[in-house]
């Protein structure tokens, strides 16, 4: 890199011993304050988003046991699909402030906040504010952050604790510090606390880095790699070695599993099996054997993060991330192998981001297991730190006709392939279509004549290219944070055609879209099989958004209270709706008379009902605020309880009621997947553990009378037909 200061980007030997430029701590404020805005904006919408993770923190927030094992219920009998990392700060604010979507919701929105700081410090150390500024504005901007970052799936967390992981990493190589490899890897220990063996997906490329290119001895670089290798196990490995030591008698099951064992729910389900597609318990994905991918979860291959249904989630700049990565490794390739160099930690940084990019993106653009498009946001703190430094690198370097013709060209490929984007969902802002177009082309066509025409001008070529490209993403972003989303799967932005996914929920047909649930879920051959969006139109049998039917005097979204209030959210669940059905993506709809059967003598009971499937449980524990057991956890295919085990609660008097899967009125809440006749997806079946569901729903027929309560079928455990 040149060493001569230039205005925007000052280089690094010159930043080095220069203070802070007098704008930019007004600008980094701004660009915080600009991040929570639009995280936290009608955040409320989404009442309960995940019922599946709401109801575990709802069990929490009541019960420490349930707090430390990340228990579906407070009566203990099973816990979600993950390690409870990202479970606990929604469960401490629900503590401290009450049950209800603010509470719930908020947490991550600042998590949303604080990966932005991360960002930003990481890249400004070698690249400085400007370039700082924009990748903490291409993060905020992309779209399947803003989605995830007002969500109560663990992702949030992940992706704070990844973008932690690679600026500990960098703070290590600059000087060769121990104690910041050493936090690289309790990041990296609490990142599998959150979401298992993907944390563990981005250490190969940052060892390898720190093994070859740290400033010190060599014997010295595998020794500060061990003790960060005994950090990561400390950090990630005590809350296992707890659960695996603790009776299993007398802790929940570990949900996912099927043996009750959380290093098989790492291994298999969570780990290995979303790789190459084997995941036993699961209900639907996989690659089709011998093939070259697809199945259930989409086609697999280099093209996959391109494809409909999540190119507009995170590939807006993708392209221009790897254009930028490889200008930034040409321009720095003639640094010293050490990090003792301003060079040198320059191109420490890009080998870093863009060793996460890449086999981050690899692995999504390859696993055959289950995959859901909002797992890339883990890409999009990558994406938006290469950007910035690109960017920084070849706007020093623009005096050379190279430099300036490959940013010229970033931005003609950037703004036609937003072009592209846009148009994948019809009648969407076409005017924006265009205007991206031309904007981006013009600024990279007059970019190499601008730099000869003065500061000025080139300052304001830059800045009509730059908001071209950033144009579409923000738009997706607006559109996004404008809408509730609800349910399992849930997608940025508007409908597209041959996606899944669209405002407010997951599996919508939209704009052309043919919403589909993967092969061998009931019901998964429906189009547009999505909830209707708030404000949308209704059938009268499908929920909207947050849960309820609209127009009903007195009711309010579910968990979410009035629109913008954060109220406790129990009492204004659902009153007065129909009962019914819910399915394996979604929820189902609780009305006054459920609730009320629910929370009567419910003091009386360690659960005050059972039914079939997590997600049906949680929307009755969450109306009720009462411990509602999740029978064969989310897919239902778990084998927890037993029959035997069932049987023997009942006849202790543990659970009172048992919500059957038929019922006459139902449906989904919030983008979960209407099938079955009887208006919800069927579960029980879906993997080894699945005939226990049916066994125990056929033996309670047998057994116990039904009651219709308000639309569902309702068993009351306590009073036997024999």
Known sequence: MTTAALPLFPAAEARAHSGRPRWERPAFAALLISTALLLLWDLGSSGYANSFYSAAVQAGSESWKAFFFGSSDAGNSITVDKPPAALWPMMLSVRLFGLGSWQILVPQALMGVATTAVLYAAVRRQFGPAAALLSGAVFALTPVAALMFRFNNPDALLTLLLTATVYCVLRALDGGHTKWLVGAGVAVGFAFLTKTLQAFVILPPLALLYAVCAPTALRRRLGQLLLAGLAMVVAGGWWVAVVELWPASSRPYIGGSQNNSFLELTLGYNGLGRINGNETGSVGGGGRAGGGGGGGWGETGIDRLFSANIGGQISWLLPAALVLLAAGLVITWRARRATDSLEGMARAAFLAWGGSLLITALVFSYMQGIFHEYYTVA????????????????WEERGTRAALLTLSGTLALSAVWSYVLLGRATGYLPWLRWAVLVGGLLAAAALPFAARAGRRVLLATAA?????????PLAYCLTTVSTGHTGSIVTAGPAVAGGRGGPGGMMRGGAGGAGELPPGIPGGTAQGGGAGQRGGPQDGNTPPQGGMP?????????????????????????GGGQGGPGGLLGGTRVGAEAKAALTADADRYTWAAAAIGSQNAASYQLAGGVPVMPIGGFNGSDPSPTLEQFQQYVRDGKIHWFIGQGGTA?????????????????????????????????????????????GATFYDLTASTS
């Open 550 to 574: 609209p127009g009903q005097a007195g009711q309010a979204p579910q968990g979410g209270g009035a629109r913008g209030q954060g109220g406790r959210g129990l009492e204004r669940m659902g």
């Open 464 to 472: 009509l290219g730059l908001g071209a490209v950033l144009a579409g």
């Open 666 to 710: 139902g449906g989904t809440a919030g983008g979960g997947a209407t099938g079955e006749a009887d208006g919800g997806m069927r579960q029980g079946g879906g993997g080894p553990g699945g005939a226990t569901g049916t066994a125990i729903e056929a033996w309670v027929k047998a057994t116990f009378k039904a009651t219709t309560v308000g």
């Open 379 to 394: 890409l999009a703190p990558f994406v938006a730190a290469l950007t910035g430094m690109g960017a920084a690198v070849l």
